[in-house]
């Protein structure tokens, strides 16, 4: 009887032990899954900034008037905005 007890324990152990195996791999598997998709997700941004990046410097050297004009009447926009805010206070 008391080997019996010890047995089933043991068992019930070494089974404890194999499911905590099994889950500790299926969170590193998923943890690396995760790691892999953010690291994607990272490099699909960047190359979207750079492809952004690129776009926007050929078109200022194709339209450097246009860019000049729309700079100007941005700034003076915003000018006008930040003025009106600190006169209304």
Same mark, same amino acid.
């Given at each position: 009887m008391v080997q019996s007890v010890s047995e089933r324990t043991g068992? /019930? #152990?070494a089974e404890t032990a194999r499911k905590a195996s099994h889950a +500790? !791999? +299926?969170v590193a598997d998923a943890f690396g899954d995760g790691l892999g &998709? &953010? =690291?994607r997700v990272a490099? /699909? @941004?960047g190359d +979207? !900034?750079?492809e952004l990046f690129d776009d926007t410097t050929k078109r200022? /050297? =194709?339209h450097p008037i246009e860019t000049i004009v729309v700079t100007? &009447?941005?700034g003076v926009t915003a000018g006008i905005a #930040? @003025?009106?805010m600190m006169k209304r206070r």
């Open positions: 068992e /019930q #152990i +500790a !791999a +299926a &998709a &953010a =690291r490099k /699909q @941004g +979207a !900034a750079e200022l /050297q =194709r100007f &009447a941005v #930040i @003025g009106w």
